[in-house]
């Protein structure tokens, strides 16, 4: 299991879908944050997960925050995955997993890298983490716990 509820995020910075430096201290403190860990672009759970981030974008939004998925694959994968599904959203490369392992996220099932979904508020500390394998349920978690967190 990675971090916990309540820690502070790791700071990083990767390539976006651009190959274009993100820095996450470029948006902490000025929003929050929808970080989720995916395993693989153009894969059925993981193309499933990132539409519904996708669907319910506006949502987070509206919510104040910024969705950010992480994975392996490399920019230009990123920039033909943004492209064909229309993905609103940030997606960073983290090719030799330096940041899934600041994060302490381990693998599932012993090979794939996990799934693991952090909400962030404002100020880089950790509010929800949800790891689970099926992608269905990440989206509908992280919006829950910011929807919570504004009441």
């Given at each position: 299991?990675?971090?916990?509820?309540?820690?502070?995020?790791?700071?990083?910075?990767?390539?976006?879908?651009?190959?274009?430096?993100?820095?996450?201290?470029?948006?902490?403190?000025?929003?929050?944050?929808?970080?989720?860990?995916?395993?693989?672009?153009?894969?059925?759970?993981?193309?499933?997960?990132?539409?519904?981030?996708?669907?319910?974008?506006?949502?987070?939004?509206?919510?104040?925050?910024?969705?950010?998925?992480?994975?392996?694959?490399?920019?230009?994968?990123?920039?033909?995955?943004?492209?064909k599904y229309e993905l609103p959203f940030?997606?960073?490369?983290?090719?030799?997993?330096?940041?899934?392992?600041?994060?302490?996220?381990?693998?599932?099932?012993?090979?794939?890298?996990?799934?693991?979904?952090?909400?962030?508020?404002?100020?880089?500390?950790?509010?929800?983490?949800?790891?689970?394998?099926?992608?269905?349920?990440?989206?509908?978690?992280?919006?829950?716990?910011?929807?919570?967190g504004k009441n």
């Open positions: 299991m990675g971090l916990k509820v309540g820690a502070k995020i790791p700071l990083f910075t990767l390539p976006d879908s651009d190959g274009n430096p993100f820095s996450i201290q470029d948006v902490l403190g000025k929003q929050a944050l929808v970080i989720y860990f995916y395993p693989k672009n153009n894969t059925p759970g993981c193309t499933k997960e990132a539409c519904d981030f996708r669907d319910s974008y506006e949502d987070f939004k509206e919510l104040g925050a910024e969705v950010i998925g992480i994975s392996a694959d490399s920019a230009q994968s990123h920039e033909r995955f943004v492209k940030i997606l960073l490369s983290d090719k030799d997993n330096k940041v899934r392992k600041q994060f302490k996220i381990q693998n599932s099932l012993l090979v794939l890298p996990g799934r693991e979904t952090y909400v962030v508020d404002e100020t880089g500390t950790i509010i929800m983490v949800f790891n689970s394998i099926n992608a269905s349920e990440h989206m509908k978690r992280a919006l829950k716990a910011l929807s919570l």
